[in-house]
């Protein structure tokens, strides 16, 4: 099922057996009857100048958030509007008060009790009415469906699989560090693990070694195979002194080409479908975007206020994602760099970003805790769920639409396409902190803070391999 606003109501009959409860409020209001409207007035404010009010009223609105006027809780607060009237699930309000984001409201306190959240969940379901004469806001709706159909875009061709490459470690060192990039290629068994000045590649299915590729401008921040999987998009570098960008021919291992010159290390990165660009983001908190063909530089974006965690082409390469560590989403036209879509609603760093096979939708992950999927076609969010307590910090669409995540909770996540919930992994050791889906949505490698890649079954969950970072030294 979808979040709380995908849940059955609980039964009107269940808080009639809690109806008698009274709320401190002057008026001494009471539990709303079976079949009566929920409204601020008359149920919510009670609830809110109990616990609420010493901090949040209109001379004293800790962050520019009053709850003793209907209209200043609408407008919200210094982090933008509360209140999202039908989805509680998108409803920074309840977010809060209901302990699945921070900080917890109240502070330094329990939850509100389960009466009271629920008064305050319904309320919001029920279009956040201020009074029994107001009628709920209608909302259009998308016809968008969530389901697509799978290997749309296959090129012709056998799968790239890498032929001859060495697999000698470039680095050794006593133990893996930090996992810092992953990926898989879309048409073949292969997977790319990020190491210190090098990439390991291995194989889906088994886990066999296939290669190692030197990067030696530095460590690999992000990896992206091309979306014919011909080729491997490395960037990263050294902080604070140098980042690049360096593509690779799979199936040779041969470098092809080098952009950009940063003066700080590259931390995302893609090539568009045709291979003719490639646009990277970091520390700079600019959106450049280069030729391919001679490294020239067409365009740059400085619309984001801090680190670039995400950029991604779509599968049509007609649009360009970006997004950072302020909250900032942005969708822009991938050819001239004019602004399409600004997308606000996160509450926290958005660390992640995946278009939809069929470039209509958007899935963005973020420090907050959710995982939003955006209508292309206006901007809208579809889908809101919260995914992975602590922050999300990797997604990754598949062909037939499902959705892998992972999180600070050290969790990896396998979601259908309309975000309902399909599979839990077991824990790993620590915070995840990358994530990829195979070819063939069978197998999912996941990378966390010790520096431990697991390969895991996706139809079972059951753990296949471990994919070293730093694999051990070949006996010759």
Sequence with gaps: MFRRNRRRC????????????????????????????????????????????????????????????????????ASGEVINPGNPGDSYLWLLVNHESEPHMPPKTDKLPAAKLEIIRQWIAAGALRDSGSKA??????????????????????????????RQPVVVTPRAAAVTALAASPWAPVLAVAGQRQIVLYHADTGQLLGVLPFPEGIPYVLRFSRSGALLLAG???????????????????????????????????????????????PEKIVRVFHTADGAQLYEIR??????YAVEFSPDGILLGTADRAGGLVVWEADTGREYQNLEGH??????????????????????????????????????????????????????????SAGRDRLVKLWSPDLSPVRTFEAMKEPVL???????????????????????????????????????????
């Design 236 to 282: 990263g570098g050294e902080n604070a002194r140098r980042g690049v960008v360096v593509a690779y021919d799979v199936k040779t291992g041969r470098r092809l080409f080098t952009v950009g010159d940063e003066l700080d290390v590259v931390l995302a990165a893609d090539i568009s479908p045709d291979h003719k660009l490639v646009a990277l983001g970091g």
């Design 137 to 166: 806001e209608a909302k259009p709706k998308s016809a968008l469906t969530l389901a697509i159909s799978a290997g749309a875009a296959r090129p012709a061709g056998p799968p790239i699989l890498p032929e001859g490459l060495s």
């Design 10 to 77: 609980i039964a009107w009959g269940w808080l009639a057996l809690v109806g008698a409860m009274v709320w401190a409020d002057g008026a001494g209001a009471q539990a709303p009857k079976p079949g009566e409207k929920i409204t601020y007035m008359d149920h919510v404010r009670p609830i809110f100048r109990e616990h609420c009010f010493n901090c949040h009223n209109q001379n004293k609105a800790t962050n520019d958030l009053a709850l003793d006027s209907y209209e200043r809780l609408r407008k919200g607060g």
């Design 434 to 476: 990358e994530v990829a889906l195979s070819h063939d949505g069978n197998r999912i490698a996941a990378g966390d803070w010790s520096g431990e890649v697991r390969l895991y079954n996706a139809a079972d969950g059951k753990q296949v391999a471990l994919l070293p970072p730093n694999p051990p030294t070949e006996k010759k």
């Design 303 to 308: 619309k984001h206020t801090d680190w670039i």
């Design 347 to 404: 509450k926290g760093g958005v660390t992640a970003i995946s278009f939809r096979e069929d470039s209509n939708v958007l899935a963005s992950g973020s420090e907050d805790g959710t995982i939003k999927l955006w209508n292309l076609e206006d901007g809208r969010v579809l889908k809101n769920q919260t995914a992975h307590g602590g922050g999300v910090t990797a997604i990754q669409f598949g062909h037939d639409g499902r959705l892998v």
